[in-house]
């Protein structure tokens, strides 16, 4: 089917780049589609924190110039993309969305800002989060927080909820995440887009506001996996300013795009996919998707991961903590309002002594190991990101349910999130897929493929949101 | 004659002495909601000796 010019702001990364590149699009009307889409839903779903509108028009004015001279700075020239605003970026406030840092304007780009940036793309702005990257929502927060642009009364969980909501409302087609415990792949499967956290190492996180030193991963949120595999394309790479930057080489992305599911083998650890309680909804979900890999000639075979108990125990005596070594000289400067949530998310954590902490990463190698010797026998393990769809937002959320994703921080596999289908209500439910570290390629060709086989694209929220 | 035991000390004077060891206030917090999710922590945390055990016993078997 041809791409729809009459509706910009659908185009995929792909799509809008060989009409810019033929000539029938501009990157200002594509910019401005983009923006008409900010405008319509902005106001429901606080997708931002600082949208930057005369800077994307002039950026894509510049775009538009540098195509008529013929420059082509490659698949980004002249598309409209977001960062999460624990990015930081030269000159443009990176609040963190805390009241601490609503002045603070950063003199260097961080190194993904930087390669986005170079590669032409143009700046939406950035894009709202939960306070410093945590992951529960409060609401004494200075900037409101992002609705869910499926049902406005829903998550936008982990913290990449305002990436989430701009790509599922189609103000852009790339926008950047972070995930220490599952804050990109929860507002993925949450807002029915495809989420990607790529194997600890892969993508600098240099000038990104950390977390948890260890598990902190910079990813991206997209609207299908071949903008997933052009995103990856641009951010990944050796930085050295990031002393946990892997110095391997950086693959073709796209090289599996299309090759199908014939011959692949997915490994299903049912015991892991049940968790705490999988609804019946996803389970039958889960087992569709199952189907149709079998049907698309994949093998589908049993496999054992670590159990889920052992995962849950090493990421309490590993995240907290490593969070609160890294906020603790704020928490010492800062003992009013303004680091409130900090300390309740934080504090509790000086209840993890250094020996459970210690024991925790002993027992975070045979983790890792026993995820590694599974995956020797399969080329990718299915499971879950949630338990079903969207949940009501509670003012104490309960996170139980998101249970399967931060076991692939502790590891550091790349771990893929891409929406399947909708529930009775309409509302997106999405599977995840892990694969052998560093090989990202071959996680996006079986997503790929899954993805044409659940023939979601071109499925969204509808405009106005349901409340 | 039976030594008298010890006083156990409570999840919130524990919370207290773990700030004043690392240097931090509870601030605007409820201290008492707080000392919950302390005592939660720690024992979600102390699992993971058992979780160790386990593991370091499927490998040695």
Not at chain 1, 4 to 24: K, V
Request: aromatic share 6%; hydrophobic share 40%.
């Amino acid at each position: 089917m041809s791409p729809d010019l009459s509706d910009p702001a659908s185009l995929s990364i792909a799509e809008a780049g060989a009409a810019l590149r033929s000539g029938a699009l501009s990157s200002v009307a594509l910019t401005e589609a983009a923006l008409a889409q900010i405008e319509a839903w902005e106001d429901a779903v606080h997708a931002f924190i600082t949208p930057t509108p005369e800077l994307a028009l002039a950026r894509a004015a510049q775009a538009d110039a540098e195509r008529a001279a013929g420059i082509d700075l490659g698949p980004l020239h002249g598309i409209p993309y977001g960062l999460k605003d624990i990015y930081d970026t030269a000159g443009l406030r990176t609040t963190c969305a805390s009241a601490l840092m609503a002045d603070h304007i950063p003199q260097a780009d961080s190194h993904v800002a930087e390669a986005l940036a170079r590669a032409g793309g143009v700046l939406m702005g950035k894009l709202n989060t939960y306070e410093f990257a945590m992951g529960d929502r409060f609401d004494e927060v200075p900037f409101p927080p992002a609705n869910n642009p499926w049902k406005l009364d829903r998550v936008t969980p982990g913290s990449s909820s305002g990436s989430g909501v701009a790509i599922a409302t189609q103000m852009m087609r790339l926008a950047t995440g972070s995930d220490t415990g599952g804050s990109i792949r929860l507002p993925a499967s949450c807002c029915g887009t495809v989420g990607l956290k790529p194997t600890f190492g892969r993508v600098s996180r240099s000038g990104v506001h950390p977390f948890s030193e260890s598990c902190d991963h910079a990813g991206l949120l997209t609207g299908d996996i071949t903008d997933m595999a052009i995103g990856m394309q641009l951010i990944s790479g050796h930085d050295p300013a990031d002393p946990f930057s892997a110095d391997v080489p950086v693959p073709d992305f796209r090289a599996g795009l299309g090759q199908g599911l014939a011959g692949l083998r997915i490994g299903i650890d049912r015991a892991f996919v049940e968790g705490p309680g999988l609804g019946d909804v996803m389970w039958a979900e889960f087992d569709r998707v199952t189907r149709l890999l079998r049907a698309e000639g994949a093998e589908v075979v049993d496999v054992t991961l670590p159990p889920a108990a052992h995962f849950s125990a090493c990421g309490a005596a590993t995240i907290g903590v490593e969070g609160l070594a890294t906020h603790a000289a704020r928490l010492r400067r800062h003992t009013g309002p303004e680091t409130r949530n900090i300390r309740r998310y934080f504090l509790p954590a000086l209840g993890v002594t250094a020996l459970d902490y210690l024991e925790a990463q002993r027992l975070r190698a045979r983790l890792r190991a026993g995820v590694d010797a599974a995956l020797q026998q399969v080329d990718a393990i299915l499971c879950v990101t949630t338990d079903g769809s969207a949940v009501p937002y509670l003012p104490m959320p309960d996170m139980s349910t998101f249970g399967r994703t931060g076991a692939f921080n502790l590891t550091g596999h790349p771990a893929l999130t891409l929406p399947t289908g909708l529930d009775p209500e309409g509302l997106p439910l999405s599977v995840q897929l892990v694969g052998r570290a560093f090989e990202e390629p071959l996680l996006l060709r079986i997503g790929h493929g899954l993805e044409a086989a659940c023939g979601w694209r071109g499925t969204g929220p509808v405009y106005p949101p349901r409340a | 004659m039976t030594a008298p035991s010890d006083p156990v000390p409570t999840a919130e004077a524990e919370l207290a002495a773990a700030l004043e060891r690392a240097g931090l206030v509870p601030g605007p917090s409820s201290f008492p909601a707080m000392a919950a999710a302390f005592d939660t922590r720690r024992q979600r945390a102390s699992a993971v000796h058992a979780a160790l055990d386990a593991s370091e016993g499927e490998t040695s078997a």
